[in-house]
Every structure is written in structure tokens, then in C-alpha cells.
């Protein structure tokens, strides 16, 4: 496996893969590997002729208030899994190569980033956008994989591809949990063992929810409350945000009717976690 640190060594050896006709998967990642980002990295290396893996804690989508400067860093175990796993290239730019001095361009998607972790993290869709598109400048892939983990991410980058016509493949990856049910995130490592424990209300929550729509319950809002009580049950947890969406639009719905999402975001203790997962109303 190559590492490779600068753009424009990255950009070359993807036009060089362009011209020979290979098929790149590509996995943009902030680092800290889990069974998730794995799950991810397997089905690239499968279905494609080379694999790239891009590691960047990327500046511009978090808040001056929010965790860039902790967020989890282990470059060395990173590239060691990365390697386990048969990927071809490990890209790891610095800041000063994917926002040089002068950097002044930014992409956003409008109305998909309105609500949700969108209200909530002022910019955040905007550095993740421009970021992934960059980084889909760079790599040149035919398909890139991401986790329904972050499940409005998704949704804007499949719409960014759509409207700026990148021409990438994006493949959906379903969310891998802990035995317990907690959803894997870098994050999970700022939980002390009590809030560890307490963090499964929001898997909790999405199960419950799906009971009482399995039960009969249709009316959105007096789910939602529901879920708002059940999540608000647990002393360590604080709601966020609890949403009843449609799955593409991802605009708050009134009935539940065929498939919705129940996109849930809550504090333990100090961090915040994301969670989300599909209610079907048959
Ligand atoms: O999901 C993530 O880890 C990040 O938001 C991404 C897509 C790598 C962009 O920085």
C-alpha cells in the first residue's frame, strides 16, 4: 500500500489510472478506524480494481465551539488496517495542501442541510461538501462508499453529485453497531464506561419507536414525543433533536405512511451522538 500525502501526486497517479480504464473505490474518512469505516473499505477493495482511502480531519465542517482539536487521531494503526485490508493508496493530505493559503471556495447543497445536524452545526454541510468534492477531484473515483451512520451526509453528497454532475457512483453502507446496539463512531471513545452504557438509548429509542409503529402508530408527531420521553428517560442523556423525516427529502413528516426515517440526535453527557434508522409503516 502506497501513503500518499500531496495532491498532486494523487491527482497523477488517478489519471494514470483513468487512462489504463481501472474502476477506483474510494473511502473519504476522518481517520480512527471502527468496523464501520472497515465495512466500508471491504466492499471498495471487492468491487472495484483499486481501493483508496483518504484520511483527513477536515477543518472546515466542524464549529469554533465543536472537537477538531480532540478528535481522535492514530495515523499509524490507520494505515496499518488500511493494509490488512488490500487498499491500494492511503491518502492523508496536511491542512496546508487541501486549503493552501488564500483558499476561498466553497460548495453547498441549500436545502437538504436546512434541518438536523444542519440547523444544529452552522457550516458543517458546507465543509463536508466542499471537502468530499475536492476529494473526488483529486481521487477520480469511479464509486464512493459511505455509512448511513451520518444519514443526511449521505443525502447531500448524493444531491452534490447530482447537481454539479461529479459523474461518482455513491454507494450507501447500512450502519454497524456494537453487540449492544450503539451505533460504532470515532466519537464513542470521549464516553466515560457509565455514558457508554447510557449512549444505547438512542438504539433503544429507534427500537421502541418501531414497536409502536408496528402497534398502529401514524401520527408523526406523537411518535416523535414518544421517542423525545423515552430518550429524556435516560438521566444521561439530552435531546438534540428527535425527527420523523421522509428518507429522501428528509422534510418532517405529519402521517406515517410506506418509509420514513427516525433521525435522532442526543448529548451523553458532554458528547454528542447521531443515530438514525427506518420506520415502515405497512
Ligand atoms: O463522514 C466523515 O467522516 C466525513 O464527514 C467525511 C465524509 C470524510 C468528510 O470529511
Known amino acids: 500500500m502506497e501513503v500518499i500525502t500531496r495532491v498532486a501526486e494523487m491527482q497523477a497517479r488517478a489519471r494514470q489510472w483513468r487512462q489504463e480504464g481501472k474502476q477506483v473505490g474510494f473511502v473519504p474518512t476522518m481517520g480512527y478506524f471502527h468496523q464501520g469505516h ?10 472495484n480494481d483499486l481501493a483508496v482511502v483518504s484520511v483527513y480531519v477536515n477543518p472546515t465542517q466542524f464549529g469554533p465551539q465543536e472537537d477538531f482539536h480532540r478528535y481522535p487521531r492514530d495515523l499509524e494503526r490507520d494505515i496499518r488496517l488500511a493494509e490488512e485490508e488490500g487498499v491500494h493508496v492511503l491518502f492523508a493530505p ?5 486549503y ?5 471556495t466553497y460548495v453547498e447543497v441549500t436545502e437538504l442541510t436546512q434541518g438536523l445536524c444542519g440547523a444544529r452545526r452552522p457550516g458543517h ?35 452534490m453529485v447530482r447537481d454539479l454532475n461529479l459523474g461518482v457512483e455513491i454507494v450507501p453502507m447500512p450502519i454497524v453497531r456494537e453487540s449492544d446496539g450503539l451505533a460504532m463512531s470515532s466519537r464513542n471513545v470521549y464516553l466515560s464506561p ?28 406523537r411518535l416523535r414525543e414518544k421517542v423525545v420521553r423515552f430518550i429524556e428517560a435516560e438521566p444521561l442523556a439530552r435531546v438534540d433533536y428527535v425527527e420523523i423525516v421522509d428518507p429522501l427529502t428528509l422534510e418532517p ?8 426515517r427516525l433521525m435522532l440526535a442526543a448529548f451523553v453527557g458532554s458528547t ?6 427506518p420506520l415502515t409503516a405497512t
Open 38 to 47: 472497515l465495512s466500508l473499505i471491504r466492499r471498495a477493495v471487492q468491487e
Open 94 to 98: 496536511s491542512d496546508a495542501e487541501m
Open 100 to 104: 493552501p493559503q488564500g483558499y476561498q
Open 125 to 159: 454541510f458546507r465543509g463536508v461538501a466542499t471537502v468530499v468534492a475536492k476529494l473526488f477531484h483529486i481521487v477520480q473515483p469511479t464509486r464512493a462508499y459511505f455509512g448511513e451512520k451520518d444519514y443526511q451526509q449521505l443525502r447531500v453528497v448524493e444531491r
Open 194 to 221: 457509565e455514558e457508554r452504557r447510557a449512549a444505547t438509548v438512542l438504539y433503544r429509542a429507534w427500537k421502541a419507536a418501531q414497536e409502536w409503529v408496528a402497534q398502529g402508530e401514524r401520527d408523526a408527531p
Open 253 to 260: 413528516l405529519e402521517r406515517l405512511e410506506g418509509e420514513a
Open 272 to 277: 454528542r451522538l447521531i443515530d438514525n434508522g
